[in-house]
């Protein structure tokens, strides 16, 4: 059978395509400044917190450089063993040391306000991201429902006739058809490329982003402010440094034959 030949209005191309488009790209735009501005700027952390955030690295660095260090054997055993009992105690706990008669227990982060922050945050983030899509659809669907806007360039098999023409019921009409509402999501997974261009890589306008993230989803992930147990993260340390320190390797040992070896005035082994 024979496809129907059509031949469109041009103010269907003036008047219906490009609005759809400029609006999109336009809502894409703001959406992006709009999750830019309630961003809230990340709270500083308290000097108690940081003492402990920073007692944990450098327990970690000491450990990184315990093959090669350059610390002598005497000062570094010093330091780790004064590290394990200030662990041991928990005196670099920003509670304080823990209590003998209190259960541990890992922290709820919904009693952080860091945490409950980050999951606002998220959930603000969420709407914006939903809301004017659901409000473009809506406007798509009340003004321009039925209309055939574009005839795509290249043929197309009969399996892409229900993504290109939803809300037509036209079993004849030729597959490169686009109707309005799939011009539509045509242009929701299509202008991530142009959102880069404009906008960057690391952008608030990506659309796809809407059909596979919950609202919710935020509440879920850890969050950068999400509280850890240091409790426990210093006794498993302490394990760490018991073994770093069989591992310790001085580089300033015989250092006095190393040199005269190298320039040559002690014989080469």
Aim: zero cysteines; hydrophobic letters at 45%.
């Amino acid at each position: 059978m024979d496809r129907l030949s059509l031949y469109l209005d041009p103010q269907i191309r003036d008047w219906v395509l490009f609005p759809i488009t400029l609006v999109m790209i336009l809502v894409g735009i703001l959406r992006h400044y709009v999750v830019i501005l309630l961003q809230s700027p990340p709270k500083k952390l308290s000097r108690a917190a940081t003492r402990e955030q920073r007692a944990l690295t450098r327990s970690q660095i000491l450990r990184a450089t315990s093959s090669n260090s350059p610390i002598p054997p005497s000062y570094y055993k010093a330091i780790s063993q004064n590290l394990s009992e200030a662990y041991k105690a928990g005196t670099y706990l920003k509670d304080g040391p823990p209590k003998a008669d209190a259960q541990s227990s890992a922290p709820n982060p919904l009693s952080d306000p860091a945490a409950m922050d980050g999951m606002m945050a998220g959930m603000k983030t969420q709407m914006v991201m939903m809301v004017p899509q659901m409000v473009i659809m809506g406007w798509i669907n009340f003004f321009f429902q039925g209309f055939v806007l574009i005839k795509l360039p290249f043929p197309l098999t009969l399996g892409f006739k229900s993504m290109l023409q939803r809300g037509i019921d036209t079993p004849d009409m030729d597959v490169r058809w686009v109707s309005s509402l799939s011009w539509y999501f045509l242009n929701f997974f299509g202008l991530n490329g142009l959102y880069r261009l404009i906008l960057g890589g690391d952008n608030a306008a990506d659309s796809s982003r809407d059909m596979t993230t919950s609202p919710f989803a935020a509440m879920g992930n850890a969050q950068p402010g999400q509280p850890q147990d240091f409790n426990k993260l210093f006794k498993a340390e302490r394990d760490n440094l018991e073994f770093a320190e069989g591992l310790h390797n001085w580089v300033g040992e015989n250092m006095d034959t190393k040199i005269l070896r190298k320039y040559g005035k002690l014989a080469a082994l």
